[in-house]
């Protein structure tokens, strides 16, 4: 998990880390953010089901890419909340997306160590509820590490909007 001191934060409204760039798997993903994760998980009693591989983009000299991403779609249950929901219309209401982009900026953000690449870089984790097409915004900093595969990212709440 990153350190906060890494960043200066003394909390951080989301973390989220992730592993193995070929078949990425998420490790933490974390809203402690009380406004936001209100909106998103009203009964506080919320499980997620991932419903795709996600996918991943690491940054590539050999392109001038250096943007570090990560996308999936998820299922968030809320069996409270939701209880009064057909089946269909609770499947519809549960949909989300999960989108981590991080552009590395400087030169002085990549760094060569012990036989790997360290990307340091920063934008925004957004998350998406589908069926109403709000979405919650994160300003982020992160980390990819080329040797491990590791992609770490905590960022604080900016805002909620629509995204439609």
């Known amino acids: 998990m ?15 880390e992730v592993e193995n760039t ?24 919320c499980t ?10 690491v940054p590539n000299p050999e392109t001038d890419d250096y943007l570090v991403s990560f996308i999936i779609d998820f299922d968030l249950h809320d069996n409270i909340t939701n209880a009064n929901l057909t089946p269909i219309q609770k499947s519809f209401a549960e ?10 900026d400087d030169i002085t953000d990549i760094i060569e160590k012990k036989g790997s690449l360290i990307y ?10 589908i069926h109403d097409s709000h979405q919650w915004v994160y300003k982020s900093k992160g980390i990819y590490d080329t040797k491990t ?9 900016s805002e909620s909007r629509d995204f439609k």
């Not at 990153?2 to 989220?16: A, K, M, P, R, V």
């Not at 595969?149 to 709440?157: A, R, S």
């Open 95 to 104: 949909r989300y997306q999960l989108h981590a982009f991080c552009w590395v």
């Open 120 to 129: 340091n870089c920063g934008d925004e984790i957004k998350i998406d509820r």
């Open 22 to 45: 070929t078949n990425p798997t998420i490790m933490t993903f974390e809203i402690n953010d009380q406004e936001s994760k209100k909106e998103i998980c009203p009964s506080d009693k």
């Open 149 to 157: 595969e590791n992609f770490k990212m905590i960022g604080n709440f």
């Open 2 to 16: 990153l350190s906060n001191f890494l960043y200066g934060q003394e909390t951080n409204d989301i973390i989220l």
């Open 48 to 57: 997620i089901e991932y419903t795709s591989e996600g996918s991943f983009s």
